[in-house]
């Protein structure tokens, strides 16, 4: 039989439970914690692809600094070796349901007020996610879990960015960033994205949600983008009968195609879903009725303007050629923006086949912006750059291309610039697991003196010990670079949350999203409804290092006292004939006999 995997020395990996287009996802489990846990692997055939090597590090970066219950938690990242590749891993909280794709794949029928509700527990994920700085770009029911307790679990960061990032647009790498049947118009268009982008997306998953079908389909992500664009979608009543007005107004209000008309923000959405749910008018309703008075409010018909119109057509004649000149221009602007789309995404989605392919210039002895330039002048503009030290070569010069000079490839695929750090550059040593002090003197040993150091809070390696160095180990630098030394913290605490009143059940929830280990100590209580928890062994809002065991009591139901036996029947005493006394006379120590009815 042979041996399960291990990764990282610690995570035994079971059954696969999930594949995506650049990983898998295992269940596994936690040797050191004994617990099941959640191992996000990149594929073996992507590891070598450094663009999808920084995307999942990504999302491991973006998941790990969000710490929500309505988030899927990231215990633990790594790397590991597998047949000489280094695959990295991510090691999340394990939940057992079901995704709202695999919810709606089932044709399974959920009451309107029951989407409203899904859908609030997946604002709650973004208004956290938004609070930090990062935006989702890829709210899709793939993406969202419903545990068996009905809860909301948002997951998949791989594509998340955050808010400052200059490169938070759709594209990347020339990859379609999103899923089409949930872009938002700006992607589709490749601009810069905001939290509204998620709204828009959010807006989408309700419209499936209540009508069974997502808001726009089509032939190719092409035409599903267009629809995105320049369509809107068909009311959600006029698809399902039963979905309430209200609800339509917040879905509608949600996929406006200007952010600028949407919910600004997860919280004023929520605020909207909540007031629609307690039977209050919504904002979105407002708006709505707004836009329709607006629209009815016409000026009354003239028969005067009617009569001049078709008497004195001549007269208005210019006028006429001078709006017919400007609706010319707007078509042939609309023209121009719908062929714009459509080129991009044709160029974006075609195939390794069907890309214009070109030879690779020679640009060794160039700078790395004149090599960008001839690169970029014959349509490669997925180039990366690499350090090297190189005796020879001066710095900020090409030493090698990949592939190399010459080579005919598709002007799609990725071309590595290998640039030199100079003739006295020098390779940064690795410090992983060094003391601070040990670390310095490595880096000093090396050549290396402009060393600072920064705290950071590392899962597996113990507090005050090196984590690495910013550039990383192997990067060829010169002497006098600063280098960034990261210090382990220790695991990065969680809050040990409050448990009093919860269930059983709920309480081993919330203490499993935090990554905590439940103990259960069973107290007869009457005056406690039974399995309800009544004391926890560390207080709510301690800060604690994950995998700490915390004692929760429980109240169970008192033992019920044994029902009393009936005394064995006694047989009565024979017949004698004489007569007997009712009560026997008593005998007081002096001698003295007391009959019945005698005092003293």
């Not at 089932?106 to 009451?111: F, G, I, P, T």
């Not at 060794?364 to 001839?374: I, L, M, P």
Request: hydrophobic residues 35%; proline residues 8%.
């Amino acid at each position: 039989m042979s041996q399960p995997r291990l990764f990282g020395g610690r995570y035994e990996l079971d059954a696969t439970v999930g594949r995506g287009g650049m990983a898998e996802v295992y269940r596994a489990r936690d040797l050191r914690l004994d617990r099941l846990v959640a191992v996000k692997t990149l594929r073996h055939d992507l590891a070598r692809d450094h663009v999808f090597q920084a995307r999942f590090r990504r999302e491991a970066q973006s998941a790990a600094s969000l710490n929500h219950p309505a988030i899927i938690a990231v215990y633990d990242t790594g790397e590991d070796m597998i047949d000489g590749l280094s695959i990295p891993y991510i090691v999340m909280e394990y939940v057992d349901g079901r995704t709202l794709k695999e919810l709606l794949d089932d044709d399974r029928k959920l009451l309107p007020e029951r989407s409203a509700e899904l859908v609030d527990g997946i604002l709650k994920a973004l208004e956290y996610s938004h609070d930090n700085g990062i935006v989702h770009r890829d709210i899709k029911p793939a993406n969202v879990m419903l545990t068996r307790n009905a809860e909301v679990k948002v997951m998949d960061f791989g594509i998340a960015r955050s808010m400052d990032d200059n490169q938070a647009t759709m594209t990347q790498t020339s990859q379609v960033i999103g899923t089409a049947q949930y872009l938002s118009p700006e992607q589709a268009r490749g601009e810069r994205v905001d939290p509204r982008s998620d709204i828009y997306s959010t807006g989408c998953v309700l419209y499936e949600l209540l009508t069974g079908r997502p808001p726009f389909t089509g032939d190719s992500p092409v035409s599903i983008a267009y629809q995105h664009v320049r369509e809107e979608p068909v009311p959600p009543s006029q698809v399902d009968p039963q979905v309430p007005e209200w609800l339509e107004d917040i879905t509608l209000r949600a996929m406006a195609k200007d952010r600028d008309q949407r919910y600004q923000s997860s919280a004023e959405m929520r605020a909207d879903i909540q007031r629609g749910l307690a039977g209050m008018p919504t904002q979105a309703g407002t708006m709505a009725m707004a836009a329709a008075g607006a629209t009815t409010m016409l000026p009354p018909t003239d028969d005067r303007y009617d009569d001049r119109y078709d008497d004195d057509y001549d007269d208005y004649d210019d006028e006429k050629k001078n709006n017919a000149g400007k609706t010319a221009l707007w078509a042939l602007l609309g023209i121009g923006v719908l062929a714009s789309i459509v080129l991009v995404f044709w160029l974006l989605n075609r195939g390794p086949g069907e890309a214009e392919r070109q030879a690779v210039p020679d640009v060794v002895g160039s700078t790395v912006e004149e090599a960008r330039a001839d690169l970029e002048a014959l349509g490669f503009d997925n180039v990366s750059e690499e350090q090297r030290a190189d005796p020879e070569a001066e710095a900020g010069t090409v030493v090698e291309t990949d592939p190399e000079a010459d080579s005919e490839i598709a002007v799609t695929e990725q071309i590595i610039l290998y640039v030199s750090s100079g003739p006295d550059a020098r390779e940064i040593p690795s410090v992983e697991g060094q003391s601070e002090a040990d670390a310095r003197s490595t880096l000093g040993d090396a050549g290396f003196e402009n060393i600072s150091s920064e705290q950071q809070s590392h899962a597996s390696i113990a507090s005050g010990q090196a984590i690495g160095t910013d550039p990383s180990a192997g990067d060829a630098v010169a002497p006098d670079t600063e280098i960034t030394l990261y210090i382990s913290s220790g695991p990065q605490q969680v809050e040990v949350p409050d448990l009093q009143g919860m269930t059983r059940d709920q309480a081993q929830s919330a203490l499993d999203q935090r990554g905590l280990v439940a103990s259960f100590h069973e107290v007869e209580d009457a005056s406690t409804p039974p399995n309800t928890v009544t004391a926890q062994s560390i207080q709510s809002g301690q800060q604690v290092d994950p995998g700490t065991t915390v004692t929760v009591t429980v109240a169970i139901a008192p033992a019920q006292p044994d029902p009393p036996t009936d005394p064995e029947p006694q047989d009565p005493p024979p017949d004698t004939g004489e007569p007997t006394d009712p009560e026997e006379p008593e005998t007081e120590p002096d001698g003295l006999v007391i009959g019945p009815g005698r005092q003293g």
